[in-house]
């Protein structure tokens, strides 16, 4: 009795242990399941000035949350100082030469030419007066036809004097042409516009930052003489974060456009988060070499696809992996 107990327990052993064997050898025999890796990543915004100078003060340091308008650093730079200095002079006097144009001639200048105008007036009515007078003598033969003959040159040359003197009071009467006051309200324009223009490169001295984000990178320190356009700091975006894969080409069936994958992200517990595919790139780059047969190969290309989360994932951030898994 106990030789059959014992008998059948060695048998029902076996029979485990050819089910384990077995169990083995399927799950070997099944296909590994396709993995691939990919990288977050962020929009950066390298904030700089449109001016050159010296850098005097930074008001941020890596790590700061800064929103769009906050202060980031000044500049310092005498030579756009100066150059407003110049600007200003320049439009005082454009300003002054406007203000000449409309006022005209001065009132003593007036008064002046007026009193040529009586003089020479007056001149012409006693030349006039004279050569009447001549010219009787004359027809009555007293006074020689040559002294009449005076008279009148005398008399006409007077006459056009005074048309002159009148033609002057009324130009002092009239003040600037009107093309000279539009030319001296041109160039007070002109000035005006010169003076804003180094006012703004001026307020670019300030920097303020474009966009909010938290600092990434300081890039100077005070002290340091930047050029115009180098970047101060450089800010990231973590509401605008994506996942960027290299993809086989076989695998993009999976990744179409609008497709939603489940990633998961080691640094942030391996939970499934749920991507959208928002890019595939139109071209394949480099090309990973993949032995077909014994015969030959074929080369295959790796496109760039990224995906962005389809809601906000808090502590995501630009260099984390993120890993996608499906079976074969």
């Known amino acids: 009795m106990k030789d059959r107990t014992k008998g059948i327990l060695a048998l029902a052993a076996g029979v485990a242990v050819l089910g384990l064997l077995g169990l083995a050898a399927l799950l070997l025999a099944r296909p590994a399941p396709e993995?691939?890796?990919?990288?977050?990543?962020?929009?950066?915004?390298?904030?700089?000035?449109?001016?050159?100078?010296?850098?005097?003060?930074?008001?941020?340091?890596?790590?700061?949350?800064v929103k769009k308008g906050?202060?980031?650093?000044?500049?310092?730079s005498p030579e756009i100082r100066a150059r407003l200095d110049q600007a200003e002079a320049a439009k005082a006097g454009a300003v002054a030469q406007r203000e000449k144009a409309d006022t005209g001639a001065r009132e003593e200048e007036i008064r002046a030419a007026k009193s040529q105008w009586d003089r020479a007036r007056h001149a012409a009515e006693l030349a006039e007066v004279t050569f009447g007078r001549l010219d009787r003598l004359a027809r009555d033969g007293v006074v020689p036809r040559q002294r009449r003959d005076e008279a009148e040159a005398q008399w006409k040359t007077s006459r056009d004097a005074a048309d002159a003197a009148k033609a002057l009071y009324d130009l002092a009467l009239a003040g600037a042409r009107r093309e000279d006051r539009d030319t001296a309200a041109a160039l007070v324009s002109r000035a005006e516009g010169a003076v804003d223009e180094v006012k703004a490169f001026l307020d670019e001295t300030k920097v303020v930052s474009p966009a909010a984000g938290e600092v990434y990178r300081r890039n100077v320190e005070p002290g340091e003489i930047v050029p115009a356009g180098f970047?101060?700091?450089?800010?990231?975006?973590?509401?605008?974060?994506?996942?960027?894969?290299?993809?086989?080409?076989?695998?993009?069936?999976?990744?179409?456009?609008?497709?939603?994958?489940?990633a998961r992200f080691p640094a942030l517990g391996n939970d499934e988060v749920p991507l959208k595919v928002t890019f595939v790139?139109?071209?394949?780059?480099?090309?990973?070499?993949?032995?077909?047969?014994?015969?030959?190969?074929?080369?295959?290309?790796?496109?760039?696809?990224?995906?962005?989360?389809?809601?906000?994932?808090?502590?995501?951030?630009?260099?984390?992996?993120?890993?996608?898994?499906?079976p074969r």
Do not use: C, N, Y
């Open 35 to 65: 993995t691939i890796q990919g990288e977050a990543d962020a929009t950066k915004v390298d904030v700089a000035a449109k001016v050159a100078g010296r850098v005097a003060t930074i008001e941020v340091k890596e790590g700061d949350a």
């Open 70 to 76: 906050d202060p980031v650093a000044t500049l310092e």
């Open 231 to 262: 970047p101060i700091v450089t800010l990231v975006d973590l509401s605008d974060v994506w996942v960027t894969f290299q993809v086989r080409e076989d695998h993009l069936a999976r990744l179409k456009m609008g497709a939603i994958v489940p």
């Open 281 to 326: 790139a139109p071209q394949g780059d480099f090309a990973t070499w993949r032995a077909t047969s014994a015969q030959g190969g074929f080369d295959l290309k790796t496109f760039e696809v990224r995906a962005r989360p389809k809601s906000p994932v808090a502590g995501l951030r630009p260099g984390m992996s993120a890993v996608v898994t499906w």
